[in-house]
């Protein structure tokens, strides 16, 4: 190999403004020493890293803005990131990385917080490019989109084209089905002050089809003089004007998504199922299944948010009623939400140094942590204590562990099984894989005279357990098909069978039309456990809806009790009852109150939560109790405004004189004022004091004038 030719300042400057660099310019660099070779009259790196700056700074001028990345992906590795303090990934002494570290620490830089793709900046506009960014490292008001606007360079100064992660902004913009957005969370320390962050990366899938591959865009942008290129030393110098080159990205995935990557184009779920494999689960069930067969063939499965466990007790239950599954891409963005990604556990387990097994998640699937990173090593006994989990209040029981956005590694065991782990070192192994995948919600739909609806929803998630939430699952499928059985109903019913919490996210975030039309809802859980129904309320607590399933739960057993929204537990009704969304779902749960010390249930979140504590007889007093609830919401009137303001009653001839019937007069005002299409007849007279009948005297007569709908 010939000796790399060195290089002069003069050199470097004018092939700085050959590539088209001038006074003023905002300027994303990256720069490989490597490839250039040494700058002449330069004998350390130091010294060739100072010259390039300059030279840098001597084509743009002070009114110049130079942006160097100083990248530490330090959230992806589980780390902390410090602003002033965390050095770029490879260090100060990597021909790569070298340049980008001694940009960092020039005085008077200015570094982004972006805890995974830092960027550095030295000049007038680095303040305005650099801070305030949203927690996105190549999304909307990004750096690289903020560099864009703001009519930016890039130079790549001896490395390709393909180096510059510019182009990742523009694959996300296109929405490449090669990437995913995942949301990685962390401490970031600025100065003093140390706070947790979640911050949004679009990732590439894992399949070798999905590797980046930037070599056809140099050549084309080359080719159409989008990309400038001029020698130096024993390199190339290129730019490209960020507007430019980011349209000549968006034509080229337009024309083939997959152009930046190495292909060939395919589906990304299927390309990761045959990376990561997929976990098959025989699971049948026979036709008309009982709640009881429902529960014995799927309580088992490891049904995790997006698994493959999931999808199979999915696929199981949508053999008994027609059904709907919708599917939400890995990286979706549901309102604020993002759904995460498919988790497969291929082997989870713990075993003393000489090879003896302590437990493992054949034993049982809530031996790993759901969500739980890989993990294969040797380890203290302190550091696995930080890493393994007991229940808080049952000795002998497994918990359940999530975390589903909290990147770290678990296993679960007994306290017992804990307490008598005193050896000095251990060996975990955890073997799992994240992948694309699709979330999925299934619904099942009973039309009825009316588009208006009401909701039932149970999540299908928690593996192997059965109260939390595959008794409201079985119950609600249940009621279903009590329904469908009926038919002759007013309203349309729509149960949502998810994974808890995104899954009813996912739906409503994609169903906001259907918004309007909902009546209000129920959310089911822990129905087979032996104690009575609590019904928690919705939001307002004040709804028709409210009032015909507290009413109908309480006349069907004075021992069931009802209570105020989140004052209980909180699951899926949050969704539906939270700002913007506001529909009225209760939830109905058979549990111990707040108050007692087992609260919710002794078993809950546990290996203990199986079918011999739940008792089919409940089950089917739950039924019972919702299709009642139901019909109770089936009868209520609930009158219906046909004319915004209050009404000019002496255009329809309707009088009740205030002075000699001044209460019947308030009343009768009163009820006009409530009259709004949120509240039924009941609660029309319960508000005003008067009978249910004389409600719906004055209801007659106003419809009679066409005035309310009822």
Known sequence: ??????????????????????????????????????????????????????????????????????????????????????????????????????????????RSGDPIHSVVGHGPRAIELLSMLPPTCFGV?????????????????????????????????????????????????????QYKEG????????????????????????????????RMGSGEILAVDAPAYHDFVLQALASDPWYSAR???????????????????????????????????????????????????????????????????????????????KWTCHEAC???????????????????????????????????????????????????????????????????????????????????SFSYGTLKVGQVVVPGQRDECVILCAHLCHPAMVNDDLSGVVVGMDVMRALRAR?????????????????????????EALIPRMKGGLFLEMLGLDTSHALQLSFTGTSAIDGAFARALMARDPANWATGFRTLMGNDERQFNAPGVRVPMLSLTRMLPP????????????????????????????RETVLQMIEAFERTVIPVNRFPGELFCSRYGIHVDPYTNPEGSRAFFDMLSLIDGTRSVDDIAFACGISTDAVMRTIGELRRHGVVDA
């Not at 002759?488 to 994609?510: F, K, M, Q």
């Open 199 to 230: 911050w949004v990366y679009s990732v590439r899938i894992l399949a070798a089809e999905g590797f980046p591959d930037g070599r056809p865009l140099e050549q084309a942008a080359r080719e159409a003089g989008v990309c400038r290129a001029a």
């Open 1 to 110: 190999m010939p000796p790399a030719a060195a290089f002069t300042r003069d050199q470097l400057t004018q092939a700085l403004r050959d590539v088209g660099l001038a006074v003023g310019d905002v300027v994303f660099v990256h720069l490989s020493l490597d490839a250039i070779g040494m700058p002449d009259g330069c004998s350390t790196p130091q010294e060739a890293y100072e010259m390039l700056f300059d030279g840098l700074r001597e084509v743009v001028g002070d009114e110049g803005t130079i942006l160097v990345p100083t990248y530490t992906f330090s959230f992806c590795a589980q780390e902390d990131f410090d602003q002033q303090e965390t050095p770029t990934r490879g260090g100060p002494w990597s021909p790569t990385t070298g340049f980008l570290e001694y940009a960092r620490r020039l005085p008077g830089a200015v």
């Open 595 to 622: 108050s007692h010390p087992m609260h919710p249930y002794r078993e809950y979140h546990s290996s203990h939560d199986t079918p011999a504590i739940t008792v089919p007889a409940r089950l089917e007093d739950s």
């Open 350 to 432: 713990l075993e003393t140094l000489d090879g003896q097994r302590l437990f493992s998640v054949e034993d049982h699937p809530l031996h790993v942590v759901s969500y739980s990173l890989p993990f294969e090593g040797e380890v203290s006994r302190d550091e696995l204590m930080a890493h393994l989990h007991v229940h808080p209040r049952v000795d002998d029981a497994i918990p359940f562990i999530f975390k589903y956005y909290e990147r770290d590694w678990g296993l679960c065991c007994s306290r017992v099984l804990r307490d008598t782990l005193t050896a000095e070192r251990y060996r975990v192994v955890i073997r799992t």
């Open 141 to 193: 008001d990004s750096v690289h989109d903020r560099l864009r606007r703001a009519g930016g360079k890039i130079c790549l100064i001896g490395l390709g084209l393909e180096e510059a992660t510019f182009r990742h902004h523009t694959e996300e913009m296109a929405g490449v089905p090669f990437r995913f957005k995942k949301l990685f969370t962390g401490q970031v320390r600025n100065g003093t002050a």
């Open 487 to 511: 038919g002759n109903l007013r309203y349309t019913y729509r149960l949502l069978i998810v994974p808890e919490t995104i899954g009813s996210v996912a739906w409503l975030s994609h169903n």
């Open 263 to 341: 292909g060939p184009a395919g589906d990304p779920v299927a390309l990761e199922a045959a990376r990561v494999g997929t976990q098959h689960h025989d699971v049948t069930l026979p036709p008309n299944a009982s709640m009881s067969q429902m529960i014995d063939a799927l309580w088992r499965l490891p049904r995790h948010i997006v698994s493959d466990g999931y999808d199979a007790a999915l696929g199981a239950l949508s053999t008994q009623l027609p059904m709907t599954i919708h599917e939400y891409p890995t990286g979706t963005e549901c309102w604020s939400w993002i759904v995460p990604e």
